[in-house]
């Protein structure tokens, strides 16, 4: 039984991804896991308080509390196409290929690697 509130929306991704993994765990062993309180996400980090809510069996949220989502976006400029036009030849190198930042100026969109 965990109960969520405004704290819960003060974690890191990361503190809250190891959160849902114990719970996760503890799902497995057959029991029951709650999750419960007044609101989910007053005002700012809602997403964050809903991620870890969300691994739990049950969710209870009083009747006139809210769930309040902000939503996650990310974007990335990828300029191949501009330096194509311009004929300009980037020169980048790359470590390995998880290491993305030369992506920006040689590939029009992403790659596996940096999708992961």
């Not at 902000?70 to 311009?86: H, M, P, Q």
């Amino acid at each position: 039984l965990v109960r969520l509130g405004h704290s819960s929306s003060m974690f890191q991704i990361s503190q809250v991804q190891e959160l849902r993994e114990a719970v996760s765990d503890f799902n497995k062993s057959g029991k029951i896991s709650v999750a419960y309180g007044e609101s989910i996400g007053q005002l700012v980090g809602g997403s964050t308080a809903y991620y870890l809510a969300s691994v739990f069996s049950k969710i209870y949220i009083t009747p006139l509390g809210d769930i309040c989502l902000t939503g996650l976006s990310v974007e990335s400029v990828f300029l191949r196409k501009l330096f194509d036009k311009l004929k300009i030849e980037p020169r980048t190198e790359q470590r390995k290929q998880y290491k993305n930042a030369a992506n920006t100026f040689d590939q029009v969109g992403y790659t596996e690697a940096h999708r992961e």
